[in-house]
């Protein structure tokens, strides 16, 4: 059975399991709702009043089956962010980054701007220093900041992280030594799973 077949239920019970992404579902969702737009031209040999009052409340099944399963997405992320960026902060402590601090910020978006992604938006907080407030990472961070937090995002992620081609600007900015070469150890450990590609001045980068 296609996972656009389930019901909301069971699709709740197997992402819980951890059988399918919360993506996953939500794009099961979205086909689901375009096969019953869809299923309008079948109805017109019914009267017209018919056809529509049936796909109406079709559309309205998929559409409540959707908002549960955003809810759930939701509960999922949100359960999960404390756990994430303590280990995100852990890993940025061998990449020169000892007293970086991260957060993760969700933000709900009305109904008519939910995507594949899920019902709201995902932004990710960073304070370089101790003391310093949490700012939006995409405003704050430098270039080799950035690619460090990257790398050590990735290496937290894991298998779980599916993009194929990873590419590190500047991820040896400002370092040296030992740091070095644990950035060459993550680097390597990522390219077990990925193609990395990393523009670097050090030899234990490149290496």
Do not use: C, Y
């Not at 559409?63 to 995100?88: D, G, M, P, W, Y």
């Not at 599916?162 to 993550?186: C, H, K, Q, Y």
């Amino acid at each position: 059975m296609k996972l656009h077949e389930l019901t909301a239920h069971e699709l709740s019970e197997r992402l819980a399991a951890g059988e399918v992404s919360a993506v996953e579902v939500t794009e099961a969702h979205f086909e689901r709702i375009g096969e019953v737009e869809g299923q309008v031209d079948a109805f017109l040999a019914l009267t017209r009043d018919e056809a529509l009052e049936q796909a109406q409340r079709d559309l309205d099944e998929a559409e409540n089956q959707l908002k549960i399963s955003a809810t759930a997405l939701t509960q999922v992320r949100k359960k999960h962010i404390r756990n994430f960026v303590a280990k995100l902060a852990e890993a940025s402590q061998e990449l020169a980054m000892p007293s970086a601090s991260f957060d993760v910020r969700i933000t709900e978006l009305p109904r008519s701007s939910w995507t594949a992604d899920g019902p709201h938006t995902v932004e990710f907080l960073f304070s370089p220093n101790k003391g310093e407030p949490l700012r939006p990472l995409v405003k704050i961070a430098s270039g080799g900041e950035i690619s460090r937090v990257m790398l050590a995002l990735k290496s937290v992620l894991g298998d779980a992280d599916t993009t194929p081609i990873l590419v590190f600007d500047e991820v040896d900015s400002g370092i040296g030594g030992s740091t070095a070469m644990s950035i060459g150890s993550r680097l390597q450990e990522l390219s077990k799973n990925h193609q990395v590609l990393a523009v670097t001045h050090l030899a234990q980068v490149a290496v």
